[in-house]
């Protein structure tokens, strides 16, 4: 059990049957009246930001998050197959569990899934990951405009926005966070 008063940031507890994740603390002591905890603090699973004060006393259960490097596999209708890098386990985790980013995985990428009592709730990719444009229109000569930008189909499926120079065939690196086009591969 922790206490309320011992939050700190990214330290994850249990209330009301859900996870949370402290995101920001302040220990407050008034001129009157009794000290408290502001807090913000977030739904692991659901991502959602809450603030609210608690009594530095409050005693919540302490919450063991459980992340491991996992090696994505294939997909199987909505089921994405992951396996463990120690034990060579397989889990399904579902698309909703993955969210946006299941755009832009690639057989054989390492991942970290995050768990709490056996559930996976979150994967993080790599921030950056380098995919091949498999359709791409050329760009035209002497269209020159400042940060000109076109469409492109990356191998996963996935449309981003790249500079007119990017060519089909061509091996670009994509943030994941933002979904957006960052460098040429160097390969």
Known sequence: MI??????????????????????????????????????????????????????????EEAHITKRTMQYLYADGDLYYFMDQETFEQDPITADVIGDNVKFLKDGMECITSSFNGEVF??????????????????????????????????????????LFINQNERIVIDTRTGEYKERAKD
Do not use: W
Request: charged letters at 25%; one cysteine or more.
């Open 122 to 163: 979150a994967v993080e990719l790599p921030i950056n990951v380098t995919l091949e444009i498999v359709e791409c229109e050329p760009g035209v000569k002497g269209d020159t405009t400042n940060n000109a930008m076109k469409y492109a189909t990356l191998e996963t499926g996935a449309q981003v926005k790249v500079p």
């Open 3 to 60: 206490s309320a008063g011992d939050f700190r940031n990214n330290m994850c507890f249990e209330m009301d049957g859900q996870v949370y994740q402290v995101v920001e603390f302040q220990h407050v002591k008034p001129g009157k009246g009794a000290a408290f905890v502001r807090t913000k603090y977030k739904n692991v699973k659901t991502g959602s930001v809450v603030e609210r004060s608690f009594n530095p006393n409050d005693k919540y």
